[in-house]
């Protein structure tokens, strides 16, 4: 886990550092850090391949962690510089415990579950300020315990660009 963590700091720091030279008074980003609030949050890493992005959403909540990977599809507008749509597919892996305690012993439900998910947003770079701001709406499906259909993921996302 200790690996892992390093791994990623390491990975953020070449990619910020090879960013770094991108102009803050662009209306374009190629990578961008922060935050998505939604029932818990989570941390969010989006990076442009061209026109299209990658992002990865680690959600942290009171019952467990869910890790969501999707591929966003961008169009501009072509009346509101900075503000892009996008749409796509995605997976995750969630981790949940939806145990209680009662009279000092624990009852628990702990589960792991996997899902294909799809998103549907606005991505809005603010032109001068290194600020990002987002909203989308991403379904998922569950497969095993809990299968379903979820339509209360998403969430307004908070970054830092580079």
């Given at each position: 886990m200790r690996k892992a963590v390093l791994a990623v700091i390491f990975l953020l720091s070449v990619v910020t550092i090879q960013a770094q030279s991108k102009s803050a008074n662009s209306s374009n980003y190629t990578t961008a850090l922060g935050v998505k609030i939604w029932d818990?949050?989570?941390?969010?890493?989006?990076?442009?391949?061209?026109?299209?992005?990658?992002?990865l959403i680690?959600?942290?909540s009171g019952h467990g962690f869910r890790l969501t990977g999707l591929y966003e599809i961008h169009g501009d507008f072509s009346d509101a510089p900075g503000l892009k749509w996008y749409i796509?597919?995605?997976a995750h892996i969630g981790f949940y415990d939806e145990g209680y305690y009662k009279h000092g012993y624990y009852y628990g439900d702990s589960h792991t579950s996997i899902g294909i998910d799809g998103v549907l947003g606005?991505?809005?770079?603010?032109?001068?300020?290194?600020?990002n701001l987002s909203i989308d709406w991403q379904p998922?499906?569950?497969?095993?315990?809990?299968?379903?259909?979820?339509?209360?993921?998403?969430?307004?996302?908070?970054r830092y660009t580079f």
């Open positions: 818990g949050g989570g941390i969010s890493l989006k990076h442009f391949f061209n026109k299209n992005a990658g992002e680690a959600y942290f796509g597919p995605g606005l991505d809005y770079k603010f032109k001068g300020a290194p600020i998922a499906f569950e497969f095993g315990d809990g299968a379903g259909f979820y339509g209360s993921w998403g969430g307004l996302g908070i």
